[in-house]
């Protein structure tokens, strides 16, 4: 089997960004988006997917955290989507509750080549550190619509922003490491393409 690895660099007036992903590494992740928060989430993606991600991002931060947010889950999506490569032999689904502390939050993934995002969090607190909460729900639509997958994010239980966001992410890394999975020799499809 081919090792299944990417890297995607966008650059726009608002964001240069450059991704590596190796969906079968073991090697230490470096991510720098300029935002502490976001760091913290997209280490915690690496670590929990199995996986190792690289993210370098110059963002306009001077403004706010937007179009950083938004540009790093796209090229995320774009390399993920890049490493996958033809999907043979893939699982294709993933799903996990995952709790922390307080919260639970529900991750099911559809490798599908369709984009969609089902995305149910309700964190309390308008901010996490500098970051926004309102922009979590940005990254993840970039990722599932560039990566063309298929997410429900549903948070069944939490009070405390921090650990309902966290437990979105590891949740998140966790059903994606299922879905990535090879365990067969064909594309999972009865129409032969997840494309």
């Known amino acids: 089997m081919p090792h299944r ?6 650059t726009t007036k608002e964001t240069s960004i450059t991704v590596s992903w190796d969906l079968d590494g073991s090697g230490p992740s470096s991510i720098s988006s300029g935002i502490g928060f976001l760091d913290h989430m997209l280490e915690a993606l690496a670590k929990h997917s199995g996986t190792t991600l690289a993210v370098a991002c110059q963002g306009d931060l001077h403004i706010d955290g937007h179009h950083t947010t938004e540009d790093i889950g796209i090229v995320m999506g774009q390399a993920l989507r890049q490493a996958l490569g033809e999907r043979v032999g893939i699982e294709r689904f993933g799903h996990i509750a995952c709790p922390l502390d307080e919260a639970l939050v ?22 996490l550190g500098t970051w926004a909460t309102e922009l979590v729900p940005e990254f993840f ?54 494309e």
């Open 5 to 10: 690895s990417a890297t995607v660099s966008r």
């Open 106 to 127: 529900e991750a099911t993934v559809d490798i599908s080549g369709r984009p969609y995002l089902v995305y149910d969090l309700q964190p309390p607190a308008a901010a």
């Open 141 to 194: 639509g970039g990722l599932t619509d560039h990566a063309r997958i298929c997410m429900h994010l549903h948070q069944r239980a939490g009070r405390n922003t921090h650990h309902i966001v966290e437990a979105a992410f590891k949740a998140t890394a966790r059903a994606l490491r299922q879905a990535i999975r090879v365990t067969g020799s064909e594309v999972p499809s009865t129409k032969g393409s997840l």
